[in-house]
């Protein structure tokens, strides 16, 4: 972490926090794992040693295998666009600080970015996506070199006066929160795990952190609906070219008749990359005017440029999404499979 967190930027960042009297946590829109776990993590931390009035705001909904993330406290401190616009905005307005986490820029909190962008108040950022705005925020702590935000906060609030490397001066509640984002990030130490990844787990559970009971929320608590969803969606859906694409289009009528709800379909993408000759794997789900897209890829090849060159998206070099609109990407959703099938040739011939 070295030349990211460094002593004036903590210094730097420490202050704003001491300036503050209202803090707002922002994350990205549809948030996951990662930015539900570190947003809660830091509107704790924030209440706890700093006694800040802290707060979470953001677009929409997460899924709700991630409610367990949350305590009392918590719930009455998130603002949600999609339920509530007007105290959304008015608490944003209202912050003296606001905190970007897990997302890159404004543009990723959706609904929020015009009001983001309106406001002066201090703001940081916090985040391990490629092409972080640092330009829009007085200090920054970003490196895509990192399995999650949760670990680029570990290792902020590690830094912190007052806290000097001690784990257990973190409150037990934040750690919790970032153990669960780093799990979902790096699919269960799957990917993306680093050095500093293991040194971060490894201090958590000395420090008390209940890993199986994290594991069981997050893993042993799914609805029928999705297993079966799975089954049907890799047995009848799934399509591999050879070119090394496997994608899965799914309707908005699929979603809807087998009661698919946010989030739960999480995991779906990483795997046809289990097979040998699948060097991406594309994911699309029918919302209403545009597809939802999820690009993973192996080493070698660019989910990152693939979702940005194609799909309105980005994200990290081997897991990224974006967005397909219709009518204007593609006249309508008929019409997905062929641009898929189009751009995936383009891809592959252009050799990534
Ligand atoms: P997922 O496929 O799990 O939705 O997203 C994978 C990664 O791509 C995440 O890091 C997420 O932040 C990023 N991502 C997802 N959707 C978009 C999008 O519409 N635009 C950009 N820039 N990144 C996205
Ligand atoms: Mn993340």
């Known amino acids: 972490m070295e030349g990211i967190i460094t002593p004036d930027r903590i210094r730097l960042f420490a202050e704003m926090i001491e300036r503050a009297d209202k803090i707002t946590v922002v994350t990205h829109t549809r948030p996951d794992g990662d930015a539900v776990g570190s947003a809660v993590a830091l509107s704790c931390f924030l209440r706890s040693v700093y006694g800040k009035d802290s707060a979470v705001a953001v677009a929409n909904a997460w899924s709700s295998s991630l409610d367990f993330i949350f305590d009392d406290e918590d719930r009455k401190s998130v603002y949600r666009y999609d339920i509530d616009k007007e105290k959304t905005e008015g608490r944003l307005e209202g912050s003296d600080f606001v905190i970007c986490i897990d997302c890159n820029g404004f543009d990723r909190t959706e609904t929020l970015q015009q009001v983001l962008e309106a406001s002066v108040v201090e703001k940081a950022l916090i985040d391990h996506h490629l092409n972080p705005h640092t330009e829009d925020f007085g200090v920054w702590f970003s490196t895509p070199g990192i399995s999650s935000a949760c670990e680029l906060l570990y290792w902020v609030l590690m830094a912190m006066p007052g806290i000097d490397g001690e784990t257990s001066r973190i409150p037990v509640h934040s750690l919790e929160a970032l153990m669960a984002g780093m799990t979902t990030d790096t699919n269960n130490f799957a990917n993306s795990v680093w050095p500093s990844t ?85 994911l699309m789900k029918e919302d209403d005017g545009y597809f939802r897209v999820s690009v993973r890829s192996k080493a070698g090849t660019s989910a990152n440029r693939f979702a940005s060159a194609y799909f309105n998206g980005g994200g990290h070099e081997l897991a990224s999404g974006g967005r397909l609109y219709f009518p204007r990407d593609i006249a309508d959703s008929s019409m997905a499979e062929g641009y898929v099938r189009a751009k995936a040739e383009e891809f592959f011939r252009e050799g990534r």
């Open 198 to 282: 293991l040194m971060m787990s490894s201090q958590m559970l000395a420090a008390g952190v209940d890993r199986d009971r994290i594991l069981s929320e997050l893993y042993n608590r799914y609805r029928e609906n999705r297993l079966r969803m799975i089954g049907y969606a890799l047995y009848t859906k799934m399509v591999v070219m050879p070119e090394g694409l496997a994608y899965i289009i799914l309707s908005a009528d699929e979603l809807e008749s087998m009661d698919i709800m946010e989030g739960e379909l999480e995991g779906l993408v990483n795997m046809p990359l289990g097979m040998d000759k699948v060097r991406m794997s594309l």
